[in-house]
């Protein structure tokens, strides 16, 4: 398993999982009728790097990283991750977060934040904790889940700096 | 005093109020060398409607209202207010927040969010706790405040369907 930057050749392979997790609906805040253009420019352009991990069968999962605010807000990085569902339960989201830490402070960033965590994604929130963020909001019936109706979306962040 | 959508041509007059305020850096995640072309997609382009308050003398105030997250999160507002600084002290955040509330919900959005408050802006805090927004977040440290060093940012939400 090795993980790179993403070119965008690699969009064929990234579109299918993009496109998996983003109608599911149940933890991105993307519209659930996404196209492929628009996931590209998500996924791919609005960023400031997207990375794939990928192994001899091809692209098992794939993050971005950005700056979340700008001027005064911007030490302070957000990113995505998503994985391939043949590919979960591998470890790949803690691979991918680790080294999206890495890369995080390599760019000079000193914060990460996640900005909209669906409470219901509980394996995500507690991955993340795990991996040092806290949970530092909670946004009451912020996120309409598609099967379980309005849920609270969390904010979670950790200082990177040291 | 009256409030209305802003024209294309309201923007001569906005951007004063604008650069004032990113260029101060002590409010607003934008860049504090912020060019006038960039501040009007910003505040005039990006958002989904922008809104000023003038009276005889000329526009005292200006807010913006957009789609805060996308897809499950898209029934959540945000809002950007700036009062020009002669025009300080005499309630137009104030009349500009209510209104805003108002036209949340018109557009058909069930909640507000402000993602990322300074907490040295005591005054903006307590005006939007009197308007009946909670503090729902602290990001430690996330944001660079001019001569304050790393602040805190606050995340404040309130929730308008009835």
Redesign the interface.
């Known amino acids: 398993m090795q993980i790179r930057e993403a070119t965008e050749a690699d969009y064929e392979k990234i579109w299918p999982i993009f496109h998996e997790v ?1 109608s599911a ?2 933890t ?5 009728e ?1 196209t492929k253009n628009e996931g590209k420019k998500l996924w791919m352009e609005l960023p400031r790097k997207t990375y794939v991990v990928e192994n001899n069968e091809g692209i098992l999962g794939t993050y971005y990283i950005k700056t979340n ?8 990085c957000n990113c995505g991750y998503m994985v391939a569902s043949s590919s979960r339960g591998q470890g790949i989201a803690t691979v991918m977060c680790e080294h999206s830490q890495k890369m995080a402070v390599e760019l000079g960033y ?2 990460m ?1 996640f ?2 965590v ?1 409470s219901t994604n509980e394996g995500a929130v507690r991955l993340w904790q795990k991996l040092g963020f806290g949970i ?11 099967s379980r109706g309005y849920v609270d ?1 969390l ?1 979670m ?1 950790k ?1 990177l700096k040291t």
Do not use: D
């Open positions: 983003a609906g149940e991105y805040a993307y519209p659930r996404v605010q700008a001027g005064p807000g911007s030490h302070v000193e914060a934040q900005n909209f669906a530092v909001g909670r946004l009451p019936q912020a996120f309409k889940h598609p979306a904010i962040y200082w």
